[in-house]
């Protein structure tokens, strides 16, 4: 796929690095959000803020209320209580427009009229943004994601993936500020996939915040500068590398070729290892504080109780781990 | 920001452009008036010149009559299926995320639902003058084209197509079916006409003043209906199925379920609600039940649920969503056993009226 700067106009250049604290402009921001209905409660107490430019995974199971999060946001349904501001405009029942105006949503279901053909159904989106010169725009949309050949077809004759690169082309269609995307490679093939990731990136580097949902959790560490973790509420933020170390002690992991004789004796008596243990023969989990100042002493000690090393390494914990890790808390606790 | 014409256009064109691409709504909206032509010119065309001026009156009347069936039920099933259609094809969401206001998404539809409305309508009363001109015996002709005639159809043909595309959309924005709402928007599109066939058959007679002023009365019922139904035009509801509802009346959750049979033996009256089967379109959802406004259980179909409470005076309404009961006050005392029963509306009037009086959606009654 093409970068979207042809779409856009020109931008101020992208202000964020990775917003931990302090984020700089946030252009996105949710305060004490609720949203209940009837006496089920959706989302409770939501607090977030996003950045000009941030890719933002926002993760959760289904029914975590994600969808009913965007819906808030993109303005379709009312909060309970909270308050909030999208694209730099307050959440209120005067500012619907206004807001709606500056930002897109592509829901999972792509929702594109199968009887009109692909231009026809930008035609209508186009119309609505009260886009001038709206056929170049719609090819330069259809340009950034490989859909140029597809323009006359009905949509009813397009395969799942496609129809979702459509629905992609229709969000770009009127320059966002932020771009809600849910499940946007859902159904896509590998090199699609990997085409969706591109133009994420592309359109990052054009300081568009991208507010992503997504149950595909190597793609949300793949592109986002940072993550929320949701379930109802929101249970932790941060870029993975944090969220990781937040959760998980930071360790070391060693294989030998056979099981040591005496580990105690091998792992005891180095300052840089906190706690040791086992869980097969010839395989050791080391805490430290600091891997790469601890291997180095590790791999002495070994050498030195002839040991046969066959590697060491910082354990590495995914975001699947963290994530998985904070809903089975959930799970446990609904257990109770 | 105001009204933008060029976002209800861009609705407008969509419409078009499906209908043409749909060959079987093209069908079907010129199969419908070929049916409701071919009686008014066999009436017409073999009316005997002998025929008495009675006789004559009374069958002009009714073809012309047939004539305005056209711009009431035509659009009625074009505009019944304007919001529960996208909604059920997943494309109103992607819509409603647009800057689009609703009073453009509705006149859009309105104006979609209307254009080929009044074309097959005029068409057909065209052919059908023709037809009269060209075949029907010159004393007949010379009554058919009385300019009171020819005003009723060219006045109230809009009018009548625009009463029914509001209350097909207003049906169609509350309603959860396509063909749910296409029946009730039939239905519901008839009435007016009941006062045009008065006109046409001569019982009221047609004066111009009187046509004007009937005129000005569909046009004042057109606003209000266009104005209606923004108000029942609720994103929220047609996302998630879910009325947006103040803070106040929402539970989060506090208040126990009451059981069946529960009573607590410090609290000596007992509320006794049943549901009884039935009730247009309230599906298997259970109803909410409000005591003293204030949300404290539910109630399935053909359930009962007994509810302990303390003797004096209190408020019972059933919901479920926007539709309700009519709020009923009681008295109970020490030991008494207070029974209600409650069902879903039963009367179409009566739930047409609803979407207006949301408090007539379900009957609730002391036993």
Redesign the interface.
């Known amino acids: 796929m093409t970068s979207p700067r042809s779409l856009a106009g020109p931008r101020s250049a992208p202000a964020l690095t990775a917003p931990s604290g302090g984020l700089p402009e946030p252009v996105l921001a949710a305060e004490h959000l609720t949203k209940?209905?009837?006496?089920?409660?959706a989302v409770d107490d939501l607090n977030l803020e996003v950045a000009r430019g941030e890719v933002f995974g926002f993760l959760g199971p289904n029914g975590a209320g994600k969808s009913?999060t965007v819906?808030m946001f993109?303005?379709?349904?009312?909060p309970?209580?909270g308050s909030a501001l999208v694209a730099g405009v307050p959440l209120g029942p005067g500012n619907g427009?206004?807001i709606?105006?500056r930002?897109?949503?592509?829901?999972e279901?792509?929702?594109?009229?199968?009887?009109?053909s692909v231009t026809?159904n930008l035609?209508?989106?186009?119309?609505?943004?009260?886009l001038r010169h709206s056929s170049q725009r719609i090819g330069r949309a259809l340009e950034a994601v490989n859909m140029s050949g597809r323009a006359s077809d009905?949509c009813g004759s397009l395969s799942k993936g496609l129809r979702q690169r459509v629905?992609l082309a229709?969000a770009l269609l009127?320059d966002p500020q932020v771009v809600f995307l849910d499940e946007p490679t859902a159904g896509l093939d590998p090199v699609a996939t990997r085409e969706v990731h591109e133009l994420v990136d592309s359109l990052r580097q054009h300081a568009v915040t991208v507010f992503l949902t997504t149950h595909r959790l190597e793609e949300a560490e793949r592109l986002c500068d940072r993550v929320a973790i949701f379930n109802t509420t929101l249970r932790l933020t941060g870029t993975p590398d944090e969220l990781r170390r937040r959760l998980f002690t930071r360790a070391l992991e060693v294989r030998t070729l056979a099981a040591l004789p005496d580990p105690g004796k091998v792992f005891d008596g180095l300052p840089a290892v906190e706690a040791w243990s086992s869980d097969q023969p010839g395989s050791y989990i080391l805490r430290v504080s600091e891997p790469s100042a601890a291997a180095p002493a590790v791999a002495r000690s070994l050498v030195a109780a002839g040991a046969d090393v066959l590697a060491i390494g910082e354990r590495q914990h995914s975001l699947e781990d963290v994530y998985l890790r904070l809903i089975d808390d959930d799970v446990e606790v609904e257990r109770r | 920001m105001s009204f933008s014409w060029g976002r209800a256009s861009a609705v407008l064109r969509k419409e078009l452009r499906d209908y043409r691409h749909n060959r079987f709504v093209i069908m079907t909206m010129a199969m419908l008036p070929l049916i409701f032509i071919a009686l008014p010119v066999v009436d017409i065309v073999t009316i005997p010149a002998s025929a008495s001026n009675a006789r004559l009156d009374k069958l002009i009347g009714l073809s012309l009559l047939y004539m305005l069936l056209i711009p009431a039920i035509v659009p009625s099933v074009l505009s019944a299926y304007s919001v529960v259609g996208e909604r059920e094809q997943g494309t109103l969401e992607p819509v409603l995320t647009t800057p689009l206001r609703r009073e453009e998404f509705l006149v859009g539809k309105a104006l979609a639902a209307l254009v080929p409305a009044l074309g097959i309508a005029y068409a057909v009363f065209g052919v059908f003058l023709v037809i009269a001109a060209a075949f029907a015996h010159p004393g007949v002709t010379s009554v058919l084209f009385d300019s009171s005639h020819l005003l009723v159809q060219l006045l109230f043909t809009p009018l009548l197509a625009g009463w029914s595309i509001w209350v097909g959309i207003a049906i169609s924005a509350r309603s959860s079916d396509v063909r749910v709402a296409q029946q009730l928007s039939t239905f519901a599109s008839l009435p007016p006409l009941a006062l045009v066939a008065l006109m046409s058959l001569n019982v009221i007679a047609p004066t111009l003043g009187l046509a004007l002023g009937l005129g000005a009365a569909l046009l004042v019922l057109d606003g209000l209906g266009w104005r209606g139904v923004s108000l029942l035009f609720d994103r929220e509801r047609l996302v998630t199925g879910h009325r947006s509802r103040p803070a106040a009346r929402v539970s989060t959750g506090g208040l126990p379920r009451p059981a069946v049979g529960e009573r607590s033996p410090t609290v000596p009256a007992t509320l006794s609600l049943t549901r009884k089967w039935g009730g247009i379109m309230q599906g298997g959802r259970p109803f909410e039940i409000l005591l003293d406004r204030e949300l404290v259980g539910d109630i399935s179909s053909q359930g009962t649920v007994e509810l302990p409470l303390q003797p004096g005076r209190h408020t019972l309404q059933i919901g479920i969503g926007r539709r309700t009961s009519p709020t009923r006050e009681f008295d109970a005392s020490e030991g008494e056993m207070v029974r209600f029963w409650c069902r879903g509306q039963l009367f179409w009037p009566l739930y047409l009226a609803s979407l207006i009086k949301a408090d007539l959606s379900i009957t609730l009654k002391r036993e």
């Open positions: 209940c209905f009837g006496d089920r409660t009913t819906r993109g303005t379709l349904i009312a309970t209580s427009v206004e709606r105006r930002i897109s949503v592509m829901p279901s792509p929702g594109l009229y199968l009887r009109l026809e035609e209508l989106f186009a119309g609505l943004y009260g009905t629905a229709r009127n």
